[in-house]
């Protein structure tokens, strides 16, 4: 019986065998299933969307964002007058249930420390938990921001953790696997000089 390990060796030695055979033939080498793949831009283009997007439908996304993270009674405050606050959800972590303040902001450039300060200050008082969601990037000093001795905790997502996320929950993206296969004709050379 072949082990995990001896089907691993089989694996390689054939790949070792076509590309051996492949440039003894004088072809080009296949390319290889495991190299990485290139990303095709799926970022820059969901990013590109979620900037255009009105900021009240910016703020029902993360609302839907956060259901689908097992946030319950997910709720968007976002109005004038809201106090910098744009939504409030209850997380449940088994027995225990924490309230979280959430700021949702369509960047294209950097968020600064002067955001995160301002959001804070909208929470003391009112919860211990925020999070603060952009399209855009943190600053430096903004990532300092938030773990500040003292102060409210507030977990940031930049756009590349944002698309990372909407993609993790099928979420306005459709993931596909595509099967790619490439014929080694020098492979069957091997069979016809064993006679």
């Known amino acids: 019986m072949l082990t995990a390990a001896d089907m691993k060796s089989v694996v390689v030695r054939v790949r070792e065998m076509g590309r051996k055979h492949v440039s003894e033939a004088g072809e080009e080498a296949p390319e290889v299933a495991d190299q990485e793949q290139p990303d095709d831009g799926w970022r820059d283009q969901l990013l590109l969307i979620l900037q255009a997007m009105p900021a009240d439908a910016f703020e029902r996304l993360s609302q839907r964002i956060l259901r689908e993270s097992r946030f319950i009674k997910v709720e968007v ?22 309230q979280v303040f959430f700021q949702c902001k369509r960047y294209k450039d950097s968020v600064g420390a002067g955001a995160i300060r301002d959001f804070r200050g909208a929470m003391v008082g009112r919860t211990d938990k925020g999070l603060f969601i952009t399209t855009g990037r943190f600053t430096p000093d903004a990532k300092r ?3 500040r001795d003292g102060a409210p905790q507030i977990e940031l997502i930049d756009g590349e953790q944002l698309c990372e996320l909407l993609k993790n929950l099928n979420l306005g993206l459709k993931t596909e696997m595509v099967e790619h296969v490439t014929v080694v004709p020098g492979i069957f050379k091997e069979f016809e000089l064993a006679k």
């Open 77 to 98: 405050k976002g109005k004038s007058g809201d106090g910098g606050i744009d939504g409030i959800g209850v997380l449940r972590v088994n027995l225990l249930s924490f």
């Open 145 to 147: 921001e938030p773990t």
